[in-house]
Antibody, heavy 121, light 107 residues
Framework: EVQLVESGGGVVRPGGSLRLSCAASGFTFDDFGMSWVRQVPGKGLEWVSG????????DYADSVKGRFTISRDNAKNSLYLQMSSLTAEDTALYHC??????????????WGQGTLVTVSS | DILMTQSPSSLSASVGDRVTITCRAS??????LNWYQQRPGKAPKLLIY???RWQSGVPSRFSGSGSGTDFTLTISSLQPEDFATYFC?????????FGQGTKLEIK
């Protein structure tokens, strides 16, 4: 069974940093690109970042560019999102999702349950 | 960025009804359109990709159509487990963007 389990969320002050992790299992991790998508509870979905299978191609939403860094460790079947200079607008549930083989994955399936990031003073 | 607009935002229907949800893109996205279902408290699930292709395991009562800027998701005969929120997503260009969602409720 394909599983994605996020961790690392929590409460952080504005301007702070946080590193999210996503542990993947049940599939050959380095066959797939991966993404982070966030959702404000009760609201819509926002694509945050994507990475190709070997980590050589990455891209970001303008809202996080320069502040967030996506990476992966294929030996550990893990995806990461390093977040810095956090603001209240970054408060959301962060999902990792498996994607396709395009340079930056453009579909998302399956998704993890998410890890909640709250930016508050 | 490509703006994705869904209609309606919410919809009440009964088991057995046929329902259609519309998604409009602010510019042409060819056939790069995906649909997701999100049940309460759960992560989104990919239903249909590239306008009309079923993801593995998705019942055939779900179908998608359209091209260019206008797309539809149709559920031919609603089942109790279909009451959820549905999102469209354009996969044409970065940043990938989602519609605001259509909440399908039981009448």
């Amino acid at each position: 069974e394909v599983q994605l389990v996020e961790s690392g969320g929590g409460v952080v002050r504005p301007g702070g940093s946080l590193r999210l992790s996503c542990a993947a299992s049940g599939f050959t991790f380095d066959d797939f690109g991966m993404s982070w998508v966030r959702q404000v509870p009760g609201k819509g979905l926002e694509w945050v970042s994507g990475i190709n299978w070997n980590g050589e191609n990455t891209d970001y939403a303008d809202s996080v560019k320069g502040r967030f860094t996506i990476s992966r460790d294929n030996a550990k079947n893990s995806l990461y999102l390093q977040m810095s200079s956090l603001t209240a607008e970054d408060t959301a549930l962060y999902h990792c999702a498996r994607g396709g083989s395009s340079p930056i994955p453009n579909w998302f399936d399956p998704w993890g349950q998410g890890t909640l990031v709250t930016v508050s003073s | 960025d490509i703006l994705m607009t869904q209609s309606p935002s919410s919809l009440s229907a009964s088991v057995g009804d046929r329902v259609t949800i519309t998604c409009r893109a602010s510019q042409s996205i060819s056939s790069f359109l995906n649909w997701y279902q999100q049940r309460p408290g759960k992560a989104p699930k990919l239903l249909i990709y590239d306008v009309s292709r079923w993801q593995s395991g998705v019942p055939s009562r779900f179908s998608g159509s359209g091209s260019g800027t206008d797309f539809t998701l149709t559920i031919s005969s609603l089942q109790p487990e279909d009451f959820a929120t549905y999102f469209c997503q354009q996969s044409y260009s970065i940043p990938y963007t989602f519609g605001q969602g259509t909440k399908l409720e039981i009448k």
